[in-house]
Each structure stands twice: as structure tokens, then as C-alpha cells.
């Protein structure tokens, strides 16, 4: 590709996506002065608050820290109506930001990225859409999210079902009409778990698929006043601060008393107090001791057990069915889902639990499903909530080439590795946010850990192009020691020793490695700014 032919955009600096990391890094290079363009597949932004609108999508981060720190004044002009926004209130707001900041000029919307081969002649990277347009950039971030790479066609003859399959993941913008009809929904995840709760009440029947039972956490989502928000505005400086320095990027971290130093008594009142306050601080603000002595993990696995077994009235067949055993997995090593009488919805005459360990999915056949029993369970409407390829997977669709041709899907097809999640050697002026091996999903807030990569990134940009320097390319030895730290932390947990989409092992083939940093957002924002204090050592400038 020529940059100087008239059918190539050049520019100094392209983002790919416009999702809360892709809006915010426009907005940072277009502050630098650079002649920046965003490139988004959907028809407006909002990233994963676009994609998934499915019934009953919204968010388990407190909408008062779900949000951008690098203006008061735009935190104080938003009001959340409740505490965990549903998914069309979230779209709005990031509509909000993008027109209060004069983005979506420069955003070009319903545009797949194909392709991007970087030049070693030149030092810039050269991308072809899906239809064919040819962009020349010297930098290339791509904002592509951690959960955007939806799993679909997972089950044989899929093609042959006569009614209407609906992935989450890409749900239509248009109203489904699910009133009255037979419904199927495959996935009790975060995800399904959301479907499930919220379409319940007007379907004809649902039968449930479940094939991995899951711990839970019943959301408190009180309505936010004027006041309330008031209050929350008031606290800015205090929460910006503080999301920066715990260890999941939230406003609460961890108990400041061991485990072994609390009585029975003490560690009682505590899960107590952190199953009320209806968010995800059982799981990341109660006895981090959970994620490594097993122990501890079962004592919390089982006070959770026993609350839902009371939920569901101690129904044993349901029990065995929807949650974790003693011999399943711990509580906290897999995504903790929170929920709004999920549970309940299991009693409903209407609403089947079907085993998928005792007759797994055979194949989709023209009136539904086929299991593995023989049965024909027939349904209108088959709802597909079977999780993404997380981290790896939005970057493995496109076809990155770095120096010498190399091709980050094949690479990652054999090992998946990066620097801190922002680069991967032998791919120079490639930027990466939500990537693999950095906090994210869920371990990581994810509007605290993707502003913090996108300022790094700015910050190391800005740094290159002082300092005369046109690439940016981060050493081997410098990203083998990150994913050896990684790695070695990771190793000291029980998350790897469970299967589990941080694992991985949901999609067949996948490199087995914890797809998140589970070192702490502290201490992984300690590490980068040191790189950065230091004047980027190991990121080799040209």
C-alpha cells in the first residue's frame, strides 16, 4: 500500500472500537493534536453496552464508579437513575459523553476492521476494512473489548432449527417478541442468568439448559435520587483515588483482618454483612484467602450453598442442579454472576431445568433440541448464551501481521502472551487495551483498568514522539517477564486450577493460561507507572 495514493486515509494515529476504552483514547490522541479517526463495526458506540441488549443486560459495577475520572465536571453532569444501570440507560450515557466531547465526528461507524499488516520499511501499519477501504496509520490502538468475540454455531445443525435462535451476545436492536412462546436458553452464566430472571414472567415455558451450576449474589439496585447522586459527586476526588489502589479497581477492597485472625463469630458477621450490601464485595471485598487456601474457599463456598439452598426451598433435584458442589469448584474462582431472583424463577410450573451433565446437547433438529437421552424438546425460540472467546478473541478476527508476516492468531493459537496487556513483541506501534494479562472482567472494574491503560498508552506515545522516535516496539525478554510474573502469581490460586472462561477452556483448542491479572489493580498500576517513571525500559524506541 502507497500512503500517498488518493484511495489510502493516512493518519498519525487509528483506534479500533468505540466502547468506554475506544471513546476515551480518541479522545486523549485528539488532545495530543494528532489526526486521529475511530473505526466501530456497530451503527453508534458503546462497545459491549452496544452489542448486548438482550433482556435484562446491565452492569455489576456501581454506576458511581462505572465511570470516567478525567473530568468532574462531565461525572457531575450524568445522574444514574439506580445503583446498576440496565444496558439501554448505560448506551445513553455513552452517547453522552461522545456528543459532550464532540467524538462521533470523528468515529466511523459500521466499519469491520479485516486486516492490519504493519510495514517494517516505514514504521506504520496498514489496515483494509471488510469493504475494502485502506487506512495508513503510524500508530494503532486497538479498544476491541475484552468480551466482544461472541461464541456462536457451537452445536450441530444449527441450521435446521425452524424457529428463531438469538445469540447475547449480538442481539438485534429491534423488539423480540418472546410472549407466550416456548423459549430454550442455553448458558446459566452472568449472561443467561440475566435473560433467564428477566423474561420469565412472559414467556409460555422456558426449559433451561444447565450445564455448570454457579455461585451467585443477589444485586441490591436502589434507586438514586438527586441527593444520593449529590452525595456521590461530592466523593469524586476521594473515589477517583481510590478505585486506583484496590485490588479489583472498586471502592471497597478486602478486610483488613485475616482470615485466621478472625473468630468464627467475626468471619460470620462479615459474609454477612457482604452478602447484604447486594454487590460484588463478597467475592473481592471479604478474605482474599478465598482465592488460594482451599480451606477458606470451601467455608465461603458453603455459607453461599446454604443461602441459595433456601431459596430454593430445598428442593433436591434443583439443589444438585444450579449449585456448585464440594467437588465442583470454589466460590470466586470462576465469574461471580449477580442476580434478581434467578433462583425463584427454577420453581415456576412453566420454567424446566434441564441436565446437560446427565444428557448433554446432541444437535438442533427442526422442532428444537436433541439430547443425548433421545429427547426432542420442542420449542419457538432458542436463546444462545454460551459466553465469548475473552481477551484473545475480538484481536484473534482480525488478521494482524507484524515483522516478518508473523500472524498474532496463529501465535496466540499456540501461546497467548503480552507486556502488561498493552503490547506484544514483534508487533511494534500496536497498542492493545482489555487484552490478555491485565486486570480485566470482572478482577479489574473495567472503566478504572481501561482509562489507566489508555493514559499509559497516550503517555508512552507522547513520550516516543518527543523524543523523535516513530516506533514503539516492547523487548522480548521485557514481555517474558511480564508473563512470567503473571503467570507465577496466577499459579499461587485456585482460578487455575478450575475450567473456566479465565481459563480459557470454553472455546476448544485455546492456550490453557488465566486470561486476567490476578495480582491486584494496585499493583499492576504500580508496575506501569514505575515503566513509565523509568522512561519505558524494555519498550525499544526507533
Same mark, same amino acid.
Given at each position: 500500500?502507497?500512503?500517498?495514493?488518493?484511495? #489510502?486515509?493516512?493518519?498519525?494515529?487509528?483506534?479500533?472500537?468505540?466502547? $468506554? !476504552?475506544?471513546?476515551?483514547?480518541? *479522545?486523549?490522541?485528539?488532545?495530543?493534536?494528532?489526526?486521529?479517526?475511530?473505526?466501530?463495526?456497530?451503527?453508534?458506540?458503546?462497545?459491549?453496552?452496544?452489542?448486548?441488549?438482550?433482556?435484562?443486560?446491565?452492569?455489576?459495577?456501581?454506576?458511581?464508579?462505572?465511570?470516567?475520572?478525567?473530568?468532574?465536571?462531565?461525572?457531575?453532569?450524568?445522574?444514574?437513575?439506580?445503583?446498576?444501570?440496565?444496558?439501554?440507560?448505560?448506551?445513553?450515557?455513552?452517547?453522552?459523553?461522545?456528543?459532550?466531547?464532540?467524538? /462521533?465526528?470523528?468515529?466511523?461507524?459500521?466499519?469491520?476492521?479485516?486486516?492490519?499488516?504493519?510495514?517494517?520499511?516505514?514504521?506504520?501499519?496498514?489496515?483494509?476494512?471488510?469493504?475494502?477501504?485502506?487506512?495508513?496509520?503510524?500508530?494503532?490502538?486497538?479498544?476491541?473489548?475484552?468480551?466482544?468475540?461472541?461464541?456462536?454455531?457451537?452445536?450441530?445443525?444449527?441450521?435446521?432449527?425452524?424457529?428463531? #435462535? @438469538?445469540?447475547?451476545?449480538?442481539?438485534?436492536?429491534?423488539?423480540?417478541?418472546?410472549?407466550?412462546?416456548? $423459549?430454550?436458553?442455553?448458558?446459566?452464566?452472568?449472561?443467561?442468568?440475566?435473560?433467564?430472571?428477566?423474561?420469565?414472567?412472559?414467556?409460555?415455558?422456558?426449559?433451561?439448559?444447565?450445564?455448570?451450576?454457579?455461585?451467585?449474589?443477589?444485586? =441490591?439496585?436502589?434507586?438514586?435520587? &438527586?441527593?444520593?447522586?449529590?452525595?456521590?459527586?461530592?466523593?469524586?476526588?476521594?473515589? %477517583? !483515588? /481510590?478505585? =486506583?489502589?484496590?485490588?479489583?479497581?472498586?471502592? @471497597?477492597?478486602? *478486610?483488613?483482618?485475616?482470615?485466621?485472625?478472625?473468630?468464627?463469630?467475626?468471619?460470620?458477621?462479615?459474609?454477612?454483612?457482604?452478602?447484604?450490601?447486594?454487590?460484588? !464485595?463478597?467475592?473481592?471485598?471479604?478474605?482474599?484467602?478465598?482465592?488460594?487456601?482451599?480451606?477458606?474457599?470451601?467455608?465461603?463456598?458453603?455459607?453461599? +450453598?446454604? %443461602?441459595?439452598?433456601? =431459596?430454593?426451598?430445598?428442593?433436591?433435584?434443583?439443589?444438585?442442579?444450579?449449585?456448585?458442589?464440594?467437588?465442583?469448584?470454589?466460590?470466586?474462582?470462576?465469574?461471580?454472576?449477580?442476580?434478581?431472583? @434467578?433462583?425463584?424463577?427454577?420453581?415456576?410450573?412453566?420454567?424446566?431445568?434441564?441436565?446437560?451433565?446427565?444428557?448433554?446437547?446432541?444437535?438442533?433438529?427442526?422442532?428444537?433440541?436433541?439430547?443425548?437421552?433421545? %429427547?426432542?424438546?420442542?420449542?419457538?425460540?432458542?436463546?444462545?448464551?454460551?459466553?465469548?472467546?475473552?481477551?484473545?478473541?475480538?484481536?484473534?478476527?482480525?488478521?494482524?501481521?507484524?515483522?516478518?508476516? +508473523?500472524?498474532?492468531?496463529?501465535?496466540?493459537?499456540?501461546?497467548?502472551?503480552?507486556?502488561?496487556?498493552?503490547?506484544? *513483541?514483534?508487533?511494534?506501534?500496536?497498542?492493545?487495551?482489555?487484552?490478555?494479562? !491485565?486486570?480485566?472482567?470482572?478482577?479489574?472494574?473495567?472503566?478504572?483498568?481501561?482509562?489507566?491503560?489508555?493514559?499509559?498508552?497516550?503517555?508512552?506515545?507522547? *513520550?516516543?514522539?518527543?523524543?523523535?522516535?516513530?516506533?514503539?516496539?516492547?523487548?522480548?525478554?521485557? &514481555?517474558?517477564?511480564?508473563?512470567?510474573?503473571?503467570?507465577?502469581?496466577?499459579?499461587?490460586?485456585?482460578?487455575?486450577?478450575?475450567?473456566?472462561?479465565?481459563?480459557?477452556?470454553?472455546?476448544?483448542?485455546?492456550? +490453557? +493460561?488465566?486470561?486476567?491479572?490476578?495480582?491486584?489493580?494496585?499493583?499492576?498500576? /504500580?508496575?506501569?507507572?514505575?515503566?513509565?517513571?523509568?522512561?519505558?525500559?524494555?519498550?525499544?524506541?526507533?
Amino acid at each position: 500500500m502507497n500512503p500517498s495514493s488518493e484511495n #489510502v486515509t493516512v493518519l498519525d494515529a487509528m483506534v479500533i472500537g468505540a466502547g $468506554v !476504552a475506544g471513546l476515551y483514547q480518541l *479522545h486523549r490522541l485528539r488532545e495530543m493534536g494528532l489526526n486521529v479517526r475511530a473505526y466501530e463495526t456497530g451503527t453508534g458506540v458503546g462497545g459491549t453496552w452496544y452489542w448486548n441488549r438482550y433482556p435484562g443486560a446491565r452492569f455489576d459495577s456501581q454506576a458511581e464508579i462505572y465511570q470516567y475520572w478525567f473530568s468532574e465536571e462531565l461525572y457531575k453532569s450524568w445522574k444514574p437513575s439506580e445503583r446498576f444501570p440496565a444496558q439501554p440507560e448505560t448506551e445513553e450515557w455513552l452517547n453522552f459523553v461522545a456528543d459532550r466531547l464532540d467524538l /462521533k465526528k470523528d468515529i466511523q461507524f459500521s466499519t469491520r476492521i479485516a486486516s492490519a499488516h504493519f510495514d517494517e520499511a516505514t514504521g506504520r501499519w496498514n489496515v483494509t476494512t471488510d469493504a475494502g477501504e485502506k487506512i495508513n496509520c503510524q500508530f494503532l490502538v486497538a479498544c476491541c473489548g475484552m468480551l466482544s468475540a461472541p461464541l456462536e454455531n457451537r452445536f450441530k445443525g444449527q441450521q435446521n432449527f425452524k424457529g428463531e #435462535v @438469538y445469540t447475547t451476545g449480538l442481539w438485534p436492536k429491534g423488539e423480540v417478541d418472546l410472549k407466550g412462546k416456548r $423459549v430454550a436458553v442455553i448458558g446459566t452464566g452472568a449472561t443467561g442468568i440475566q435473560v433467564i430472571q428477566t423474561i420469565a414472567p412472559e414467556v409460555g415455558s422456558m426449559k433451561v439448559f444447565v450445564r455448570t451450576p454457579q455461585y451467585i449474589i443477589p444485586m =441490591r439496585n436502589p434507586k438514586y435520587s &438527586e441527593q444520593d447522586w449529590a452525595g456521590w459527586c461530592d466523593r469524586f476526588n476521594e473515589l %477517583k !483515588a /481510590k478505585v =486506583r489502589t484496590t485490588f479489583a479497581g472498586f471502592d @471497597y477492597d478486602f *478486610h483488613d483482618k485475616a482470615w485466621a485472625d478472625c473468630t468464627p463469630e467475626e468471619r460470620q458477621a462479615l459474609l454477612e454483612d457482604r452478602w447484604e450490601n447486594g454487590s460484588l !464485595a463478597l467475592w473481592l471485598a471479604s478474605f482474599p484467602e478465598m482465592f488460594v487456601d482451599e480451606g477458606v474457599s470451601e467455608e465461603i463456598s458453603e455459607f453461599v +450453598r446454604g %443461602k441459595m439452598r433456601s =431459596r430454593l426451598g430445598n428442593d433436591e433435584r434443583l439443589c444438585d442442579l444450579l449449585i456448585p458442589g464440594k467437588d465442583d469448584y470454589g466460590f470466586g474462582t470462576h465469574r461471580v454472576p449477580l442476580e434478581n431472583k @434467578y433462583l425463584e424463577v427454577y420453581l415456576q410450573d412453566n420454567v424446566e431445568a434441564v441436565d446437560c451433565q446427565a444428557a448433554p446437547i446432541e444437535e438442533f433438529v427442526a422442532e428444537g433440541i436433541k439430547t443425548a437421552d433421545g %429427547k426432542v424438546h420442542e420449542v419457538d425460540v432458542i436463546i444462545l448464551a454460551i459466553g465469548f472467546d475473552a481477551g484473545s478473541g475480538a484481536l484473534s478476527r482480525i488478521d494482524f501481521r507484524g515483522r516478518g508476516n +508473523r500472524s498474532l492468531k496463529e501465535q496466540w493459537q499456540k501461546e497467548i502472551t503480552t507486556a502488561m496487556g498493552m503490547q506484544i *513483541h514483534g508487533y511494534p506501534n500496536l497498542f492493545t487495551t482489555g487484552a490478555p494479562l !491485565a486486570p480485566s472482567a470482572a478482577l479489574c472494574n473495567m472503566t478504572t483498568c481501561l482509562q489507566y491503560q489508555v493514559d499509559w498508552i497516550t503517555n508512552c506515545i507522547d *513520550h516516543a514522539i518527543k523524543n523523535g522516535k516513530k516506533v514503539v516496539e516492547v523487548s522480548q525478554e521485557t &514481555e517474558t517477564e511480564w508473563v512470567e510474573h503473571h503467570d507465577e502469581v496466577a499459579a499461587k490460586t485456585l482460578v487455575v486450577k478450575t475450567d473456566s472462561w479465565y481459563m480459557g477452556s470454553n472455546v476448544e483448542g485455546k492456550p +490453557r +493460561r488465566l486470561i486476567s491479572y490476578i495480582g491486584g489493580v494496585g499493583n499492576y498500576h /504500580k508496575h506501569c507507572d514505575d515503566v513509565a517513571a523509568q522512561g519505558y525500559p524494555g519498550f525499544e524506541m526507533k
